[in-house]
């Protein structure tokens, strides 16, 4: 069984940068749901409709897990004010005894403007995507 990565501290001000709600696509069936994210004293709580809240722990700035979940990680997209637009998330799970199936699902920040060029990525943020999504 994996361990979880260690966590880290972030200051309020960081966390509030990723609280809003998120419409969810996964890519494997393209259904739309929203995830929504709040903050909580020191911690983010994400909460996924339909399912019961659950703490978000800090790997990095803008990557997050959930504490029992180590496969499953949120990196987020921020914009040029520092402010998440979207997220991209990724979850491993078991799919038969002998290889491990995966989900990829994209979601962007209801209310606000996703597209390529208005995204204002931070630099070298897609290739920090890129090798997430293979490393995983």
């Known amino acids: ?13 960081q966390l509030d940068e990723h609280v809003g709600n998120y419409r ?5 069936t393209g259904t739309a749901i929203t995830y929504t994210i709040r903050r ?16 978000l722990q800090a ?4 990557l997050f897990f959930v504490a029992g979940q180590p ?8 914009g040029p004010d520092g402010r998440a637009t979207g997220f991209v ?11 491990w199936g995966s989900e990829l699902a994209t979601a962007g ?8 060029s208005q995204r204002g ?11 997430l999504v293979a490393r995983i």
């Open 1 to 13: 069984m994996l361990a979880d990565p260690p966590a880290i501290a972030l200051p309020a001000e």
């Open 24 to 28: 969810l696509e996964a890519a494997a």
């Open 40 to 55: 909580d004293g020191d911690r983010l709580i994400g909460q996924r409709s339909g399912r019961p809240a659950a703490p």
């Open 59 to 62: 790997e990095l700035r803008d």
């Open 71 to 78: 496969r499953s990680r949120k990196l987020f997209r921020p």
């Open 89 to 99: 998330g990724r979850a491993c799970r078991p799919a038969t005894t002998s290889s």
């Open 109 to 116: 920040r209801v209310g606000h403007n996703n597209s390529d």
């Open 121 to 131: 990525e931070r630099p070298a943020g897609r290739g920090i995507l890129d090798r």
